[in-house]
């Protein structure tokens, strides 16, 4: 019998998912902002990799289901703003010792803020969120857009920029 | 001018301390700061990741069907070649294994386990090489002498009777109605019919047309027939006669009254002549050749 490729055993395969899994359906989510679809397309992404998982060695499975990724598309209708929201023990940390105005004033930054990523355009906001929340290095979030670390920090740049001006309007 | 993203850089923790003493006493650098605080505590959803895997895993079935072509042919056809060469294997290992001896010819060869064979002239052996260390019988039509290794039982059969051994060494020569076996070493059990004899070195056994002939003991080491001789114990002269039609691979026929003498004695194979001089002076007879493989014995007194 011939060696079965790693990709194909499950234990492997599963390994590799759960650490791609989310960060994968983030990504998808950053850029369409609708849960279902992100899932939706990241199941399939999965799929292709376990039904070619014979042709795919495991260490390019990860550029693989990116690619899958990134050449997904959506209807129009399906885009919508990336709603996001804080992790729910993060609000208590910070009013311990503040005065109740300080409260207040950050309650309304972290919503401007959560406005302000909703205005981004994707091109900033995928990197972005790719950083903030998936907590990626500049040379991942590069090699899985398939562009260069220095246009990663160009738009990590813009996006700051972005946010800054955005959260002074609102 | 290289563009310079030092907000990415900031935002890596990757500016010196002087570029970020310098960043600090900007007016932005508290929103930046906030920015950068708050963006870290945020989250997405989470969702059911082992149900997802499931449902990927559970679509194995249709991944066979998207094995490149090549691929499956290479296996396709490995697969046929793995199985056409167990069954030639399992077939030429059961198959029956065939040899013989022509008119006027003799062949030596060896068993599976070195055991030597010597056919004499239209005789045939069928035998199968599979498992024949533990079975160790074949088929003899004809005649044939047996040097066996060491072993298993070694069982002859022949048409009127069975040969049993263990090591030994034997004739066999089965005619029409006749069984003659002779031991040369060791012990050699014969089955005919009903009967049972076992022969011990030098001893021999015929049984003709149902019962047995008493064959006188011999000294020999080895069939007369290896040393192209022939050695007749009280045999029928139309027995006499096949025995020298399949050494010479002719058609002796006898064109006389019966002869009901029964004949003893030794006839060289040398040649066809001398062979028949001997049998036309015990019988008196005369020879004539029709032609080169044709030759009838014919009484004296007829010719006169």
């Keep these: ?34 849960k279902e679809s992100a899932e939706d397309l990241t199941q399939e992404a999965f799929i292709k990799l376990w039904k070619n998982c014979a042709t795919v060695p ?23 703003k990336v709603v996001l929201k804080y992790e729910k023990n993060h609000s ?21 803020l959560l406005k302000a990523i909703e205005n981004l355009n994707s091109t900033q906001r995928i990197p972005f969120l ?41 | 001018m290289e563009e310079n993203y030092f907000l990415a850089k900031w935002l890596n923790n990757e500016l010196t301390e002087k570029e970020l003493a310098d960043f600090k006493t900007t007016a932005d650098f508290e929103k930046y700061e906030k920015i950068k605080k708050h963006s870290s505590h945020l989250e997405v959803d989470d ?14 079935k249709a991944n066979q069907q998207t094995i490149p072509l090549y691929k499956k042919w290479f296996v396709q056809i490995a697969a046929i070649l793995v199985i056409a060469l167990g069954i030639s294997f399992v077939l030429q290992q059961s198959a029956t294994e065939t040899e013989f001896a022509l008119n006027g010819k003799k062949t030596s060869f060896s068993l599976p386990d070195n055991s030597k064979v010597t056919l004499n002239s239209g005789s045939e052996i069928n035998y199968k090489k599979r498992d024949w260390s533990n079975h160790r019988n074949l088929e003899l039509s004809g005649e044939a002498y047996f040097k066996v290794a060491k072993g298993k039982t070694f069982e002859v059969s ?49 049984f003709a047309d149902g ?4 064959i006188p003991e011999s000294d020999v080491i080895e069939p007369e027939w290896l040393n192209k001789e ?5 045999e029928k002269i139309d027995n006499v006669l096949s025995e020298l039609n399949r050494q010479f691979d002719v058609e002796i026929t006898v064109n006389s009254k019966p002869l009901n003498q029964l004949f003893t004695g030794t006839i060289p194979v040398n040649n066809l002549d001398q062979s028949l001089q001997i049998l036309t002076s015990v019988y008196h007879l005369k020879s004539r050749k029709v032609n080169r493989n044709k030759i009838i014995l014919e009484t004296v007194d007829t010719q006169k």
């Design chain 1, 1 to 34: 019998m011939p060696l079965m490729p790693e990709t194909c055993d499950k234990i492997i395969f599963s390994d590799f998912f759960k650490k791609n899994v989310k960060p994968l359906r983030n990504f998808l989510f950053y850029k369409y902002g609708n």
């Design chain 1, 58 to 80: 495991i260490e390019k499975a990860k550029s693989y289901i990116y690619t899958i990724a990134n050449n997904s598309s959506l209807n129009e209708i399906s885009h919508q």
């Design chain 1, 92 to 112: 208590v940390n910070d009013t311990t010792n503040e005065n109740p105005e300080f409260i207040l004033e950050e309650k309304q930054f972290k919503n401007k």
């Design chain 1, 130 to 170: 790719m950083h903030r929340i998936d907590g990626k290095k500049y040379s991942e979030i590069a090699e899985e857009l398939n562009i260069s670390v220095k246009a990663v920090e160009k738009r990590m740049h813009k996006a700051l920029i972005e946010l800054r001006k955005e959260i002074d309007v609102i």
């Design chain 2, 47 to 60: 969702f059911n990741e082992s149900n997802m895997l499931q449902e990927i895993i559970s679509h194995k």
């Design chain 2, 158 to 206: 022949t048409a009127l009777g069975k040969i049993t051994v263990l090591g030994t060494q034997f004739n066999v020569k089965s005619r029409k109605n006749r069984l003659d076996v002779s031991c040369y070493e060791g012990r050699v059990k014969v089955n005919y019919n009903n009967q049972e004899v076992v022969l011990t070195k030098g001893k021999s056994i015929a």
């Design chain 2, 211 to 214: 019962s047995p002939i008493e």
């Design chain 2, 230 to 234: 022939l050695v007749f114990k009280k």
